[in-house]
């Protein structure tokens, strides 16, 4: 098992493949993916104290454009799907949903509920620009209070 986990661990080293992979750790943090980029983030900066802002636009950018591709799934599997039985709870949900628009999309940066929400204004087809703004503000508040609550927690 050795064998294959050094050359990966080599080739997502934070200080060689710094920016690059945590853009793919937020990536594929905002999928469905149980994934989470803080550490990422948090390590880089550990690392690298003097590229806070860089680190905070990339990760950033790699978590929203993963929220964009759970609305994109999101509309193509409402496209798709067959009308289902749907229980009181999630009727709620989406009138939740609905009622907020896009605006909803600014909890995409909530633990659990934040990638499916994305998916979910896919699937209502709530419109795809205003819901990407508002999900990058949000991801953007999350990365840079989380980051700097971190560093000031954690000085050395």
């Not at 749907?86 to 909890?107: E, I, N, T, V």
């Not at 979910?120 to 620009?129: D, E, H, K, Q, T």
Request: one cysteine or more; proline letters at 8%; hydrophobic letters at 55%.
């Amino acid at each position: 098992m050795q064998a294959w986990i050094e050359p990966l661990l080599a080739l997502l080293a934070l200080p060689r493949y710094g920016l690059s992979t945590l853009f793919a750790a937020a990536f594929v943090s905002a999928t469905l993916l149980p994934v989470g980029s803080e550490p990422a983030l948090f390590g880089l900066l550990k690392l690298n104290p003097d590229i806070f802002w860089s680190a905070v636009l990339v990760a950033t950018a790699g978590n929203t454009l993963g929220g964009m591709l759970d609305w994109w799934l999101g509309r193509k599997a409402h496209e798709v799907a067959d009308k289902y039985h749907r229980s009181p709870m999630h009727l709620k949900a989406l009138d939740f949903l609905q009622r907020l628009g896009p605006k909803a999309c600014l909890l995409a940066w909530l633990p659990v509920v934040g990638d499916p929400l994305c998916a979910v204004a896919g699937w209502l087809r709530l419109p795809f620009w205003p819901c990407t703004g508002y999900m990058l503000v949000g991801k953007f508040l999350r990365y840079l209070f989380m980051t700097s609550a971190l560093l000031w927690a954690f000085p050395h």
